[in-house]
């Protein structure tokens, strides 16, 4: 059974930094492009960050410069630096397999919260 176990959430000040990791337990998880999403209370699920196979980013605007998206392949892996948090950032952050066409195709992870105070 697909799984996606996210990690690395907390309570930080702004300015401050976290790094959140996830786990996919899924089949061709290399040739896959993965994403990190968000949703803060009583909005929409938002895109963050993906990686594609190739390593190549995108980074939605909000957090260029600060965030930073990452994968190992061997673990099975996708991590998202976030550095010079601020309030904004907060919510529960996902991860999830992306296609471009169709949008996150795996079932959703718990999520790991994110709150930054001001």
């Known amino acids: 059974q697909v799984q996606l176990v996210e990690s690395g959430g907390g309570l930080v000040q702004a300015g401050g930094s976290l790094r959140l990791s996830c786990v996919a337990s899924?089949?061709?998880?290399?040739?896959?492009?993965m994403a990190w999403y968000r949703q803060a209370p009583g909005k929409q699920r938002d895109l963050v960050a993906t990686?594609?196979?190739?390593?190549?980013?995108y980074y939605r605007t909000s957090v260029k410069g600060r965030f930073s998206i990452s994968r190992d392949n061997a673990k099975k892996a996708v991590y998202l630096q976030m550095n010079n948090l601020e309030p904004e950032d907060t919510a529960v952050y996902y991860c999830?397999?992306?296609?471009?066409?169709?949008?996150?195709?795996?079932?959703w992870g718990q999520g790991t919260q994110v709150t930054v105070s001001s």
């Open positions: 999830n397999a992306l296609n471009w066409n169709s949008g996150p195709f795996l079932n």
């Open positions: 899924v089949r061709d998880f290399s040739i896959k492009t």
């Open positions: 990686i594609s196979s190739g390593s190549s980013t």
